[in-house]
């Protein structure tokens, strides 16, 4: 599905800004791949990269943040890669790849995707403090970690992703989301504006959040666009369990949000996904200023990129550890969790008594499950359920397990 409205968008680009110039056409390219393509990174190294110019990085060409800078606008090209995967983890191991082994000394790139309903996660979160797990796993909801910092996103057909690579000595989040605010404006007419915390903001509310890897040589800066995203299912998705969670854990910071259809409902993925690539392409390297048709024929253009090996070498690979529950789970920085549970009193028409359960968590596997004191003394309770993966059903078991036993005979086992 996301590949055929890709596919559209990019025809698109090419009625309204490519066809009335016979002369761009040779330099605007789509390119969806076939089987019978050579790979331009295997065999005896024939043959042109997706964007027919693109290099491999290497350690012995790297040159200094200065030397970088000294290279004029001019001789800086551009692309825009277009996913054909509505997959996350294909795309996170996609912007991976690209960010490992591309040369973008001379070339800067914008990835635009697209994914199925997903909660995206960054590097340094609790996946349970940013949303119930459980509830996702019902629903079918992915969740991904990504390899950048920030806070908990969601991703679904009504929201658009720009993944915008760039050597790290050219790093610079406010032009490119300036740049966004600038192809909204040409296209729409919609006046966004950016926030302090570099979000993007229309009408006081929240259309794009934002993150960053900065590696050396190379740096991305990926942001959402909230174009016609299910705000119910986002909502729902991003609700927490009712537990109390201690952790190191890098926290979201929740904010208001509204889609780019909400003020103007001609706004569509197709368009904005064309409009937001022309702004990029007909944009210098370095300079928010406008290189018109002039700069636009210079450059690389668009292509449909399809994420596989043999078009990027090792990305399988990438995709199995981004899907793997060693780093959506594992990765959690350690946590705690209480919660109370209800159990049963001894006698007949006794009335329920609570009890508050502590749950210590290392590397998102249960470590020692203890019962909460009223003095805050934390008893320790002998379990199965120690070493399994923690989720928040969990509570339930352990809830099973102590209603075998009335109060009078928990406080007695527990010297009270």
């Not at 065999?43 to 693109?54: F, I």
């Not at 679904?156 to 993944?163: K, M, Q, V």
């Not at 927490?240 to 103007?264: G, H, Q, R, W």
């Amino acid at each position: 599905m996301a590949a055929m409205v890709v596919k559209r968008s990019v025809r698109s680009f090419y009625r309204m800004y490519v066809l009335s110039s016979p002369s761009v056409t040779t330099q605007v390219q789509t390119c969806a791949y076939s089987s019978s393509t050579k790979h331009p990174f295997q065999g005896n190294g024939e043959g042109s990269s997706p964007t027919g110019h693109l290099t491999m990085t290497s350690s012995s060409k790297q040159l200094s943040t200065a030397d970088i800078k000294k290279i004029p606008d001019a001789e800086v090209r551009k692309s825009v890669f277009i996913s054909q995967s509505n997959d996350v983890f294909t795309n996170l191991a996609l912007e991976d790849w690209i960010y490992r082994n591309f040369d973008l000394t001379n070339h800067h790139i914008l990835m635009l995707w697209i994914n199925k309903p997903t909660v995206v996660i960054g590097r340094h979160q609790n996946p349970f403090s940013e949303t119930n797990v459980s509830a996702l796993e019902r629903n079918g909801i992915e969740l991904a970690r990504r390899n950048s910092g920030g806070g908990a996103v969601y991703h679904d057909p009504g929201n658009l992703n720009c993944t915008f690579f760039m050597p790290r000595a050219r790093y610079d989040r406010k032009y490119n989301l300036t740049l966004l605010t600038r192809a909204l404006y040409r296209e729409y007419g919609i006046n966004a504006e950016l926030s302090p915390r570099d979000d993007i903001m229309l009408l006081g509310k929240k259309i794009s959040g934002t993150a960053a890897k900065l590696g050396q040589p190379n740096a991305y800066h990926h942001c959402t666009l909230l174009v016609n995203s299910n705000k119910l299912h986002l909502g729902a998705s991003l609700a927490k369990d009712n537990v109390e969670i201690t952790s190191k854990a890098t926290a979201s910071i929740p904010s208001p949000i509204k889609n780019l259809v909400d003020v103007n409902r001609t706004v569509n993925i197709q368009q904005l996904l064309s409009a937001i690539g022309y702004e990029f392409l007909r944009t210098p390297a370095t300079q928010l200023t406008d290189g018109g048709r002039e700069l636009l024929m210079k450059q690389r253009g668009f292509q449909l990129i399809n994420p596989t090996d043999k078009w990027f070498p090792g990305i399988t690979e990438l995709r199995e550890n981004f899907a793997s529950w060693d780093w959506r789970f594992g990765k959690t920085p350690n946590f705690s969790v209480q919660k109370t549970i209800q159990l049963k009193s001894a006698g007949a028409g006794s009335h329920p008594h609570e009890m508050k359960v502590k749950v210590d968590v290392e590397k998102a596997l249960i470590k020692e499950i203890s019962l909460i004191l009223p003095n805050h003394e934390p008893i320790p309770v002998v379990s199965d359920m120690v070493g399994r993966a923690y989720n928040e059903d969990c509570f339930h078991g352990i809830a099973e397990a102590l209603r075998g036993a009335n109060t009078e005979n928990m406080q007695q086992a527990m010297g009270l």
